[in-house]
């Protein structure tokens, strides 16, 4: 990998990469435009980790809906997923992890692989080396339970009752993230009713325990920390436990009765809830534990929406944990538009018009902190109206805005009501989340029962900058005081070697890809100090086949932060920012170029096995934490993130940046450029009220 600016021994086909770039982008288009579905939409799997398949068996055995023929299906992808060790890991490369590899080998034996099959001695030499089930997370630990496969008294409290509190209490159901939210509220029944449905004896795991079971150390493990919230709340789970061993509790009743009122008032047309893998199972289980039967219309809905995220290919069944048509259809409108095809081409607007039917004008649980907000997002997935999503939001609405449509004056209302959403959207500090607002409450974090993932919602730089380059697309200028402030996040954001933070895309390359055009579009200062640092760090960063590539470690390992095999969605978010910022003779550009260029395939798509998408960093709060924070997971196996590999990134990003080249070198403007709004155009959005520098700084160090 390159450390300098100085010019780079690269061949001259790199150096001179506009040969064959015409070429390049027809194919990439040409390769999209044969894959959308008749119906105007664009959809690429979401590839994530194996426990997805895992626990889906599971589900199917608690429910008592399993068969042999889903089973072997399920086994079949399980064991072509193990890795020569024995492992199972949580994205492509990684380690070994220990809870992914311990619910793998449990599916397995449940589905009646012998456990004295080579592949399972490996997994259950290396579970054990890592302390066997003890170790475990608590979400696996909680799959184990209900099947007997592990102590309930080994799984933190979390008590039905906070169902209760108000919204003014310090903690509450909705100071959670949407998808811990959607998650934890049908845990807090199964937790409460602690559900066993054994397995034969042939299932069973004992042998993946350290310790017979039962001389096995069940507590629940002390902080590292001897002060802190998480001491507290530890402390706090030892007092759960014994009021949890009192026979009369006055509030219980009411509490699991609102519980299951908010799990049937959450189920999406899909049959899921939240869109998303998490919620879904547990919402089921714990219709079931609360006596609702498989032909209960929530409940067959429910297990029959599973056909739509299941994909069946060589004899094998792989679940995916979301679905990501809308994300991946305004990714391949702007790619298109930014390639070589024009913005009134039929397949562009038959995805405009399937867009604009799929905006959410109906409310949703992010009310509960944007009150008077009126809706009009759009979801990630085909239904999840109660959690539309704000960075699709934004980039669906880039996409629109570029088509040429007939009836404009529809589109433009679609427009205006995301634009006027997404304004109210904006939390207290000046940066956008993905579906909440100042949805930024650290206390719940620090429970027990949270390391399963980021459990809040704060902003991040990635998502704002979308929304930026959204309403610098727009013709918003900084004058725009929802713009001003959140640019001053932006600012505050950036490290101080130069990157943005990346919080749905890995990592480092990918949040100053969203930055850098941000900017540009809001017609900021591109030879800034900011900017030009920005620059460097890019350059720094870049590998010596030209391309860029950062390992999903980096949220964990700062030795790894922009460093990683080259990709084509990596390359393409370092090539959009040196765009951005005027770089189109730099060599570190022409390299790029010259990278995707060389990697194309044939057919025009690019091959990309690396995950490069976020779902959780793992970090509890979902926002970067001070690197000396001894909470914070630093294992290589990342166990409690959860990456993506979505497989529209490796034709979408490519295309993007490959045509933004092409029109600088054609001196054409920056993407739909047009004179700013004035000061007037939506004069009722009031500027973000931030908190003084001082609280900034202490929520922050939180």
Request: aromatic share 12%; proline share 7%.
């Amino acid at each position: 990998m390159t450390s300098t600016n100085e010019t780079k021994n690269l061949s001259q086909a790199v150096r001179e990469p506009v040969a064959g770039l015409d070429r390049a982008i027809r194919n990439a288009s040409r390769h999209l435009l044969s894959m959308q579905d008749p119906e105007g939409y664009w959809w690429g799997e979401l590839e994530s980790n194996p426990t997805m398949e895992a626990e889906f068996l599971l589900l199917t055995r608690f429910l008592g809906i399993d068969d042999k023929e889903t089973w072997r299906k399920l086994t079949n992808h399980l064991l072509k997923e193990q890795r020569p060790d024995g492992t199972w890991g949580q994205f492509y490369g990684a380690p070994g992890d220990l809870s992914t590899s311990t619910e793998c080998y449990f599916a397995l034996k449940l589905a009646g692989v012998s456990p004295e099959e080579p592949s399972m001695k490996k997994a259950r030499d290396f579970i054990l080396s890592k302390g066997g089930v003890p170790e475990t997370r608590v979400f696996t630990k909680i799959w184990l339970a209900l099947f007997g496969q592990y102590e309930w008294r080994g799984v933190p409290t979390m008590p039905a009752e906070i169902m209760l509190l108000p919204n003014w209490f310090p903690i509450t159901i909705y100071d959670f993230s949407s998808w811990a939210r959607a998650t934890v509220v049908p845990l807090l029944v199964v937790l409460d009713r602690k559900p066993v449905k054994p397995v034969p004896k042939s299932a069973a795991i004992d042998e993946l325990y350290p310790l017979p079971r039962d001389r096995t150390d069940y507590s629940i493990k002390r902080p590292a920390r001897l002060f802190g919230w998480e001491t507290f709340f530890y402390a706090g789970d030892i007092v759960l436990r014994h009021l949890e061993k009192l026979p009369w509790k006055p509030a219980r009743s009411q509490a699991i009765g609102k519980a299951e009122r908010w799990i049937l008032a959450h189920q999406e047309a899909d049959g899921s809830w939240g869109g998303i893998q998490p919620p879904w199972v547990y919402s089921l289980m714990a219709l079931n534990v609360l006596g609702y039967p498989l032909d209960h219309p929530v409940m067959n809905k429910g297990v029959q929406g599973f056909t739509s995220f299941s994909i069946e290919e060589n004899d094998r069944l792989k679940v995916q944990a979301c679905v990501s048509p809308l994300w991946d259809t305004c990714l391949t409108m702007i790619a298109l538009l930014d390639g070589d095809v024009d913005p009134g081409h039929p397949a562009l607007t038959r995805a405009s018009s399937w867009l604009s039917e799929q905006q959410i004008l109906t409310g949703g649980d992010w009310q509960v902190k944007a009150k008077g907000v009126s809706p009009g997002g759009w979801a990630f997935e085909f239904h999840n109206d109660l959690y539309p999503d704000l960075d699709d939001t934004s980039e669906i609405v880039m996409a629109l805005d570029r088509v040429a449509v007939l009836d404009d004056d529809v589109q433009r209302l679609a427009i205006d009501r995301a634009v006027h959403w997404l304004l109210g959207m904006q939390s207290h500090n000046g940066g956008w989340a993905a579906f909440d607002k100042d949805n930024t409450n650290v206390l719940m974090a620090k429970i027990p029962f949270s390391d399963f993932g980021e459990t809040i919602d704060p902003p991040s730089a990635d998502v704002t900058a979308h929304i930026l380059e959204m309403l610098g697309q727009l013709g918003y200028t900084s004058d725009h005081p929802a713009v001003s402030a959140g640019l001053e996040y932006i600012r505050e954001e950036q490290e101080p070697d130069g990157p943005w933070f990346g919080r749905w895309g890995v990592n480092y390359v990918y949040g100053t890809g969203a930055v850098l055009p941000a900017l540009r579009a809001l017609g900021e200062d591109m030879e800034s100090a900011e900017v030009r640092i920005a620059v460097q760090w890019l350059r720094e960063h870049q590998n010596d086949d030209g391309g860029w590539g950062e390992s999903c470690v980096s949220y964990v390992d700062p030795e790894y932060k922009g460093r990683g095999p080259s990709t084509a969605s990596q390359t393409a978010w370092a090539l959009l920012a040196l765009l951005a910022a005027g770089e189109l003779d730099d060599d570190a550009t022409r390299a790029g170029v010259g990278y995707l260029l060389r990697t194309q395939l044939d057919d025009g798509a690019w091959d990309e096995p690396y995950f490069t998408g976020t779902g959780f960093p793992g970090y509890g709060v979902g926002q970067k934490t001070a690197d000396d924070d001894p909470e914070l997971y630093r294992s290589h196996e990342m166990p409690a993130g959860f990456m993506i590999n979505y497989h529209m990134y490796r034709y979408c990003w490519p295309l993007m940046a490959l045509g933004r080249y092409k029109r600088q070198l054609a001196r054409e403007p920056w993407p739909a450029a047009r004179a700013p709004k004035g000061e007037s155009f939506y004069a009722w959005a009031e500027p973000a009220k931030r908190p003084s520098n001082r609280l900034h700084r202490f929520l922050k160090i939180w």
